[in-house]
């Protein structure tokens, strides 16, 4: 797009936002083709050569603060070695096995899992890690965190609903090429849509693995599982949910008191991380609402000033896709959001971006019929980022009028970067694909909700 076709966008999204009923509903245009897979023979797919070459790896933290790493990888003709060498510079090398675990969904097998973790490492340092055996062995590098505490500048990259189309891959290497270098990954959910095919064509979870190693094997990526994580069908007698990601995606669940891997947090630098799951049990005594009951005030704000809570279905979401699909969860967990001061919550779902400004919806008891979003300076801001370019293509149809909490959203594909600076300050950007890499379509400076409460909404005619 020429450079005055690109003014006259941004005259029109400020015109627009300056007298809507909400904030700014982005009139920028794009191309309205669908997402397509990416077909099997695509270079991204492509299978690192060697015998038994290791394959799909990735990393996550492996315990609460940053000293352990889970090694994650899959080798497809025999089990081969469970052990990851690692080591850092000049320093000498070190040796973790981990196990091997392998599934079956329909009539697919899976390739050897290769689960190891390895720990006491040196926070802020850069370790280089080799997998496989025999003639054929990888070798990768990722960088610990620096030690938690408050004002740890730390940047993390969001995604979610990425999928494996050309849109999925054009949203990964604009994480990769943004001048802002992420971290880490906080991903929403919603992985590799294997799902969307004839009897969940597990080898489209083979694909997705090879696809994101380019980002997963060199930095961690923090798991939430999304709707396209349960992969239960039970016309083909597969009614055990999360089989498949359960098998492939290990997190340090144990280490933060939870029963299961699908809701656990972490810390990282001088942010905490709640990830919750939207499709488990929720509900008074439930084991997840026993877990977060417990686990907020655990939250030490002047260790970790930043609490940011994952999940995939969004609680504040103004497009009619998935529209209130979050609301039971809101329900029982909002209060707990506003009582604790939660900063951000990043949600995916719905296959475009919507920012909210501070708002909780907690007066509501049944009878008093307050049931109206509130401006609310000890709540988080609500970000909707499923806009990955998964193949189910984009939710281009909003609800009208934009409410007046939404204070921006736009149905295109990209990602966001989160610059935390200090313990009061941290700067989000949100990129668009369709925009050069050095781009910003939406940022915000976020005030730090325990340490500088003020007033950070965007939207001039909100207040
Ligand atoms: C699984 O079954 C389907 C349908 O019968 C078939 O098309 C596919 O090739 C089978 N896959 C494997 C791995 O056997
Ligand atoms: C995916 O993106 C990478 C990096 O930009 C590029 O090298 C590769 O050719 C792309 N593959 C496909 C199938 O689009
Ligand atoms: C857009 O959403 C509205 C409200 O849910 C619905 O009535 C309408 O049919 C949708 N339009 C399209 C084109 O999907
Ligand atoms: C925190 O970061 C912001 C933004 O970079 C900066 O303006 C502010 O001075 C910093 N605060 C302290 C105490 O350094
Ligand atoms: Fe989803």
């Not at 064509?201 to 094997?217: L, Q």
């Amino acid at each position: 797009m020429g450079v005055y076709a690109y003014f006259l966008v941004l005259l029109l999204t400020i015109y627009h936002g300056a007298f809507s009923n909400g904030g700014i509903t982005s009139s920028f245009v794009r191309k309205e083709a669908k997402s397509i897979d990416m077909p099997f023979h695509s270079d991204v797919f492509s299978h690192p050569p060697g015998y038994n070459a290791p394959q799909q790896v990735h990393i996550t933290q492996g315990d609460h603060v940053g000293r352990a790493v889970i090694v994650s990888w899959v080798t497809q003709d025999e089990p081969g070695s469970s052990t990851v060498v690692y080591w850092s510079q000049n320093n000498k090398k070190f040796k973790s096995t981990g196990r091997i675990t392998t599934y079956k969904y329909y009539n697919y097998t899976s390739g050897f899992i290769h689960h190891c973790k390895i720990k006491n490492l040196e926070f802020n340092t850069k370790y280089y890690y080799e997998v496989g055996s025999g003639g054929t062995t990888r070798r990768f590098w990722f960088t610990t965190p620096p030690p938690v505490g408050p004002d740890v500048p730390y940047t993390f990259g969001i995604m979610g609903d990425l999928g494996q189309t050309y849109d999925s891959n054009l949203t990964l290497t604009h994480y990769e090429m943004n001048p802002v270098k992420g971290q880490a990954v906080l991903f929403v959910g919603d992985l590799s849509y294997a799902d969307h095919y004839e009897f969940h064509d597990n080898s489209r979870w083979d694909s997705w693995g090879r696809f994101a190693e380019r980002s997963t094997a060199f930095q961690p990526w923090i798991w939430t599982a999304g709707n396209h994580e349960l992969d239960y069908e039970p016309s083909i007698g597969e009614t055990k949910p999360f089989k498949p990601f359960l098998h492939r995606y290990r997190v340090p669940f144990k280490e933060s008191g939870s029963t299961e891997p699908l809701w656990y947090s972490i810390k990282r630098a001088s942010a905490y991380i709640i990830v919750l799951s939207s499709y488990s049990a929720y509900g008074m005594y439930t084991p997840q609402y026993q877990w977060l009951l417990e686990e907020f005030p655990k939250v030490n704000r002047k260790e970790t000033p930043w609490l940011i809570v994952l999940m995939h279905s969004p609680w504040y979401n103004s497009n009619s896709y998935h529209y209130m699909e979050g609301e039971t969860m809101r329900v029982m967990f909002e209060p707990w959001f506003v009582q604790y001061k939660v900063d951000l919550v990043f949600a995916g779902h719905v296959h475009a971006y919507e920012r909210s400004e501070r708002i909780s919806n907690i007066a509501y008891n049944i009878v008093n019929g307050e049931c109206t979003p509130a401006h609310d300076q000890s709540a988080p801001v609500y970000i909707t980022i499923g806009d990955g370019g998964n193949i189910e293509g984009l939710a281009n149809n909003m609800t009208e009028p934009q409410p007046k909490y939404s204070a921006f959203r736009e149905a295109s594909f990209g990602h966001a970067t989160l610059e935390i600076k200090n313990r009061t300050h941290a700067y989000y950007s949100w990129h668009r694909n369709s925009d050069g890499y050095a781009v910003r379509a939406d940022t915000v400076m976020f005030y730090n909700r325990f340490w500088h409460p003020v007033d950070d909404s965007t939207t001039k005619n909100y207040q």
